[in-house]
């Protein structure tokens, strides 16, 4: 069982930056990629960036690539994601996900444990 928990959200301007946390508790949260998705009001939640296992491999939706850095530390069983150069567009509840067979997978449906969210604001 793994419980995530996110934190860092909150209003900045556009270019700005913040850094999303996601603190996992449990002893096997190494074993696990771990994905942050995003939902904004009336859409869908959408893939956002993921990181495998150990950090070798990390993949992003093609709106954040280059703006957005997902990094982990699993000795403080916790998951990053740095936001630089930030658009309105980018308003959404920010949430991570675990997924338990290490499958670095763009797919909600693939992710066993979520987060409660956090909320991201980017006001033009």
């Known amino acids: 069982q793994v419980r995530l928990v996110e934190s860092g959200g909150g209003l900045v301007q556009a270019e700005g930056s913040l850094r999303l946390s996601c603190a996992a508790s449990?002893?096997?949260?190494?074993?696990?990629?771990v994905g942050w998705f995003r939902q904004a009001p009336g859409k869908e939640r959408e893939f956002v960036a993921v990181i495998s296992r150990t950090g070798g491999n990390t993949y992003y939706a093609y709106s954040v690539k280059g703006r957005f850095t997902i990094s982990r530390d699993n000795a403080k069983n916790t998951v990053y994601l740095q936001m630089n150069s930030l658009k309105p567009e980018d308003t959404a509840v920010y949430y991570c996900a675990a997924n338990s067979i290490g499958l670095t997978s763009r797919s909600t449906r693939d992710y066993d444990y979520w987060g409660q969210g956090t909320q991201v604001t980017v006001s033009s």
């Open positions: 449990g002893r096997t949260f190494s074993s696990h990629a």
